[in-house]
């Protein structure tokens, strides 16, 4: 009897195993063909043209095209360009201004130039920093992230109030930096009105 029970217990526990392959397997083939179905679809909308969610600023711009006498689809390419680009711009500030990531160094800290991308360096005046880079224009989003490291903390009201106090220092700062070239243009114009002055004396007395 007691063999029997052992012979029976065997058997139970080899269809168990068994049972359990055979499930593995079926479930692996699953998985397969879901991502085959899955690779597919992506590919159709790849092909396909990208419809946006239509929003308050979409209407506003079908409607500014009709009140222009325009009725076409621009306005929807122009969203699909501007969702694209402040998506690209996004992922280019999480880059840059990474704060986990990246480490936080002097202005005068000497840094090698392949952990050159690993650092950030610590504020300046945002004027005299962009002049320095030739960087003429940059978003809100960016002066935000530049001078604020727990900018995220921040709900849009706070975001506001600071982004008024940035404004208004990097106004100071670019009026300041206006006044000091226009007095060197001015002392450049004095310099070449006196050059052409001395000159035509010269001939004269000639």
């Known amino acids: 009897m007691a063999r029997l029970l052992t012979v029976i217990n065997e058997r139970k526990k080899v269809c168990e195993e068994y049972r359990r392959k055979l499930e593995e397997e079926y479930i692996e083939k699953q998985r397969k063909v879901y991502e085959e179905k899955l690779a597919l679809e992506a590919k159709k909308k790849e092909h396909e043209p990208y419809v946006p969610e239509i929003t308050r600023q979409l209407v506003q711009a079908k409607f500014r095209d009709l009140k222009r006498g325009v009725d076409n689809t621009d306005y929807i390419k122009e969203a699909v360009q501007i969702k694209r680009s402040k998506s690209e711009e996004m992922k280019k ?6 704060y986990k990531k990246k ?28 002049l320095d880079n030739d960087s003429l224009k940059i978003s809100q989003n960016e002066v935000l992230r530049s001078h604020v490291k727990n900018w995220k903390m921040l709900n849009l009201k706070q975001r506001r109030i600071v982004l008024g106090f940035l404004n208004a220092r990097r106004a100071k700062d670019a009026k300041a930096e206006f006044l000091k070239e226009l007095n060197l243009l001015g002392q450049k114009i004095a310099y070449d009105n006196a050059q052409k002055r001395l000159q035509e004396e010269n001939k004269v007395k000639v």
């Open 93 to 98: 500030l999480q880059e840059k201004y990474d």
């Open 103 to 130: 480490k936080i160094v002097k202005l005068d800290e000497k840094v090698d130039e392949k952990e050159k991308d690993s650092v950030m360096r610590q504020f300046k005046s945002g004027i005299e920093q962009q």
